[in-house]
Nanobody
Framework: QVQLVESGGGLVQVGGSLRLSCAAS????????MGWFRQAPGKERKFVAG????????YYADSVKGRFSISRDNAKNTLYLQMNSLKPEDTAVYYC???????????????????WGQGTQVTVSS
């Protein structure tokens, strides 16, 4: 499996912004969908946003709609998550994931993805 590498996490105040990046190490993206998930301490990993590599359609968890935006840059072989108006409850480790075999649409569960990055910590302070 190709390694996915996230970056861009950090400490930010309430209302601030961060942009996460996810790059594939060693090759260009070759998948059908990619997603961002997050996991807070003691909680399960949850879907945040996803994008279809086939048609570019995007999907968001209700908790981040209107504040987060997922995008891709094929030329740079990078997936992004722009996070605005951050709240303390957004604090978590954020993971990018890809699905490398065919699917119609964008999965919103962890089992829908077969390759994961190591995660990047996002901490929102109040």
């Amino acid at each position: 499996q190709v390694q996915l590498v996230e970056s861009g996490g950090g400490l930010v105040q309430v209302g601030g912004s961060l942009r996460l990046s996810c790059a594939a190490s060693g090759r260009t993206f070759s998948n059908y969908a990619m997603g961002w998930f997050r996991q807070a301490p003691g909680k399960e990993r949850k879907f945040v946003a996803g994008i279809s590599w086939i048609d570019g359609s995007t999907y968001y968890a209700d908790s981040v709609k209107g504040r987060f935006s997922i995008s891709r840059d094929n030329a740079k072989n990078t997936l992004y998550l722009q996070m605005n108006s951050l709240k303390p409850e957004d604090t978590a480790v954020y993971y990018c994931a890809e699905r490398t075999y065919y699917i119609k649409g964008v999965p919103s569960t962890t089992t829908g993805y077969n390759n994961w990055g190591q995660g990047t910590q996002v901490t929102v302070s109040s």
